[in-house]
Structure formats: structure tokens, C-alpha cells
């Protein structure tokens, strides 16, 4: 039996831990995220960055309302648990808000810009997709939100000593400080349970929407010029 075989016969839960693994890997190789964490990364092209991925964060509360809507409307049990997520997420989106004014970027003009970059504009259209199109289903949009949730909180953990160092001193780190806490863990722990949980005959489709999230997320780790 060679690796692809063995990797199909694992539970969903460990096959998407090592497509999580191997995603994360690979972002923290990339030039910018080692420069980051490294702490030679100049502070402009960190701005650049989080003014490109601005649009997606807050995306990602759209993007959950989104699914929200459509499980209330199917009459689905995950629009209570995903209604008590959003709270959570609206309130990140301000802290995310603050993070930014705080290293000198105006929100409000970075609104869409994101949308001017290839590899944000494929990560937010799959997202924007997957959780608002009829063609998928309320478990493949938390697939897609969860696959992203699973590569931020081990992300923040890595980089927020590096971000300290980079950023300005007056940098408003708390959008990377809550990512590493354990209530977002919480909250990936639960995002797997959930996937778990569906019939045997729904794995592979929700596998291919976490990778696909996560293609999607790792290409987004480069240089803005």
C-alpha cells in the first residue's frame, strides 16, 4: 500500500491534520514568512501584506453569516453554534480594524483591495463560494472556515514574538494575541468533531473543501509591491 493509499484509509480527522501539517510547512518555508519570523522583514512590506489580506478578514465574517443564513433556512441545528461563532468574529474584524490604524494603514481605503491581488482574490471567491453558493452544502462552508482557522492559530503562535519586533511599538497586536489563545483552539477542536461526525459517503467532499481552503490560504504568504 503506498502513501496516497494509506492517507484514504485514515479518519477524516487525521487526514486533514496532515493536510493542515503539510500547508503549514510550506507557508513557513516561504521567503516572507521566514524573513518574518526571523525578524528581517522590513516593516513595509509587512504593511503591504496586511493591507492585501485586510479584505479577506473581513470576508471571512461574511462569508460565515453567509452559512449562517443558509443553515437557519434549511432548518439546520449549526446555525446555533455558528450564530455564537459570529459574535466572535465580528468582534475580531474591529480588533483587526484596530491592528491595522495601529501600523498606519487607513481601513477604509483597503476595504477592496485585496481584490486587486491574484492569490486574495482566489481565497476570497472560494470562500465567498463555498458558503453562500447553493451548490455546496453548510458542512463544506465550516469545512472551509475551519481549514483556515486551523492554519491561523498555529500561524499566530509562530509569529506573534517575530510581529512584536517588526511592527511599529505602538502595533496593536490583539487580532494575533486572541488567535493563540485557548478559546480558538476550542473552536478548531469543535470544527473537527463536526466534520467527523457526517457519513462516511460526505468525507471526501469535505476533505477536498479544507485542501482547497488551504491551497487557496497558503498562496495568499508573499510580497505586495
Not at 466572535?88 to 474591529?94: G, T, V
Not at 505602538?170 to 488567535?179: T, V
Request: glycine share 4%; aromatic share 10%.
Amino acid at each position: 500500500m503506498d502513501q496516497i493509499d494509506k492517507e484514504l484509509s485514515l479518519p477524516l480527522s487525521e487526514r486533514v491534520q496532515l493536510c493542515t501539517e503539510r500547508h503549514l510547512d510550506a507557508i513557513c518555508r516561504h521567503s516572507f514568512v521566514r524573513e518574518l519570523h526571523d525578524t528581517t522583514l522590513p516593516l513595509v512590506p509587512f504593511q503591504r501584506w496586511a493591507a492585501a489580506i485586510t479584505p479577506t478578514v473581513t470576508l471571512f465574517t461574511e462569508a460565515l453569516e453567509a452559512n449562517i443564513k443558509r443553515a437557519h433556512l434549511a432548518g439546520l441545528s449549526e446555525s446555533i453554534f455558528l450564530s455564537k461563532q459570529l459574535a466572535e468574529e465580528k468582534e475580531h474584524n474591529l480588533i483587526w480594524r484596530d491592528f491595522v490604524r495601529s501600523i498606519s494603514l487607513d481601513f477604509d481605503s483597503l476595504r477592496y483591495q485585496g481584490h486587486t491581488h491574484p492569490p486574495i482574490t482566489r481565497l476570497n471567491n472560494w470562500l465567498w463560494m463555498v458558503n453562500s453558493n447553493p451548490r455546496y452544502g453548510v458542512g463544506e462552508g465550516i469545512a472551509s472556515l475551519y481549514a483556515m482557522k486551523a492554519l491561523i492559530i498555529p500561524l499566530a503562535q509562530y509569529l506573534l514574538p517575530s510581529i512584536k519586533v517588526v511592527a511599529s511599538s505602538k502595533a496593536d497586536l490583539r487580532w494575533f494575541e486572541l488567535h493563540t489563545c485557548g478559546e480558538e483552539l476550542k473552536h478548531v477542536q469543535k470544527g473537527a468533531s463536526y466534520l467527523e461526525s457526517h457519513p462516511l459517503e460526505e468525507h471526501e467532499r469535505l476533505y477536498t473543501t479544507v485542501k482547497e481552503t488551504q491551497d487557496c490560504f497558503a498562496g495568499t504568504f508573499c510580497r505586495y509591491y
